[in-house]
């Protein structure tokens, strides 16, 4: 596979991106920890926000959610495609000091209505961040090894969150709720110009052998006909959205809940639930790239199986944690829950890589992105912060609890859909 690299790498730049696969992986990771590390920092510092700006549940759902991802995932379809025309590594920095940028903004603004602007700049700079890092990755690392490389690029979000817990409560719980946006906007920046200066951009399709020597540019409306109506691609992307609607429904308010409800205090969720975060968030990302490396060289199948079968294993404790009567129990739950909770995400990922041509990736990676985080990001975390609110006005007394018990349907929506998917593969294989 080297030769082949070397034999369509047309500069010496280009032939160095491909030889060094780690250091490409990890600064496409480190990108990745601050963009989700900036996308989690409202629902860390929940709290502080809603005792200083008078902040809802409801209002916080539609910041975490809706706000957010009307930009973040529709932006990033002509992000996408642009990124399929030109340099990604070119995109993924300009994304980067744009939503880093944004970040400081946050940390900036002085009521409600200047805190929604200042998210939605956020989502729309990290509308640039993923898609361009999912094609540059699967044009470094052949088929049989994209799914750890994706289990390792998955880590972004396990470390993102758990660094911006443990951060963002603690820098908070010292300097306010302020700092932490500015800090790591500004941290954010700098990472954006060092990406440009350092990173060269890999050749489309290198570790594709019979496609290697493309040079076609995928057009962007035959690209979206073609996702939309791909049966395979179409359950990959639902019933990833299905599964986010409970992660980022969860995640969003996971704090606050474990502070209002489990009886946490800021510097207790800096050190235990950050702690909850790397070790079961990171664990499942990295044990499931292989596992799932494992399974899809004896049957596609794989891809779906795995997220199917891990998320009938969490649900039992997600319910379990939601009804823990004290936070060292309902850690340890969730401990477990994290560690199942995520497997769907390097599978899609590398499924849809896989099933299109490698002038189509970043876009697919775009439209992919689009379904799932729209209906999990943006529709999850909405539901829940309005679903408190209503429980709340019904006189419940643990209002956000009962509406985390809501999400549980869609853990059984999810299992289907993957269900689905796993049947249709197993056909074509045997086809």
Request: positive net charge; hydrophobic residues 55%; aromatic residues 10%.
């Amino acid at each position: 596979m080297g030769s082949d690299v070397a034999s369509v790498a047309t500069t010496p730049a280009e032939a160095a991106s491909t030889k060094r696969p780690g250091i490409v992986l990890a600064a496409l990771t480190f990108v990745y920890v601050l963009n989700f590390l900036d996308r989690q920092l409202i629902g860390i510092v929940a709290k502080p926000i809603q005792d200083s700006l008078g902040v809802s549940d409801g209002q916080l759902g539609l910041i975490g959610g809706l706000y957010f991802a009307m930009f973040y995932c529709f932006i990033a379809i002509p992000v996408g495609w642009l990124a399929d025309r030109s340099s990604r590594v070119g995109v993924l920095s300009l994304a980067c000091a744009i939503w880093s940028a944004a970040t400081v903004g946050c940390g900036l603004a002085a009521n409600y209505t200047q805190l929604v602007v200042a998210r939605m700049a956020v989502g729309f700079g990290e509308a640039g961040g993923v898609p361009p890092s999912y094609a540059i990755i699967t044009d470094t690392y052949p088929p049989g090894r994209r799914a750890a490389a994706f289990g390792v690029f998955n880590l972004g979000p396990a470390l993102g969150a758990a660094v911006g817990v443990a951060f963002g409560a603690l820098i908070a719980e010292h300097f306010g709720w302020r700092m932490p946006f500015i800090i790591i906007g500004a941290v954010g920046i700098v990472t954006a110009l060092l990406l440009r200066l350092l990173m060269r951009e890999p050749v489309r399709g290198a570790t594709d052998v019979a496609l290697a020597t493309t040079t076609e540019k995928a057009r962007f409306w035959p690209t979206v006909g073609m996702f939309f109506s791909h049966p395979v691609l179409m359950l990959a992307a639902l019933g990833s959205g299905a599964t986010q609607f409970v992660t980022y429904g969860l995640g969003n308010f996971a704090v606050l809940f474990l502070m209002r409800e489990k009886g946490m205090v800021l510097g207790e969720v800096a050190l235990w639930y950050a702690l909850v975060i790397a070790i079961g968030m990171g664990g499942g990302m990295i044990a499931s790239g292989r596992v799932i490396d494992r399974m899809t060289r004896r049957s596609r199948a794989g891809y779906a199986v795995a997220p199917a079968v891990s998320l009938a294993i969490a649900m039992p404790f997600y319910l379990a944690f939601v009804w823990a009567p004290g936070w060292p129990l309902a850690l340890v739950l969730l401990l477990i829950v994290m560690v199942f909770n995520y497997v769907y995400l390097s599978a899609a990922v590398a499924l849809v890589q896989d099933e299109v041509r490698p002038d189509q990736r970043v876009l697919s990676g775009a439209l992919l992105l689009l379904v799932m985080n729209f209906i999990g990001l943006g529709l999850g975390p909405t539901w829940v912060g309005f679903a408190s609110d209503m429980f709340k006005a019904q006189g419940d007394p643990h209002a956000l609890q009962t509406a985390l018990y809501t999400l549980t349907p869609f853990y059984l929506v999810a299992i289907a859909l993957f269900a689905l998917l796993a049947r249709r593969l197993g056909r074509e294989v045997r086809a």
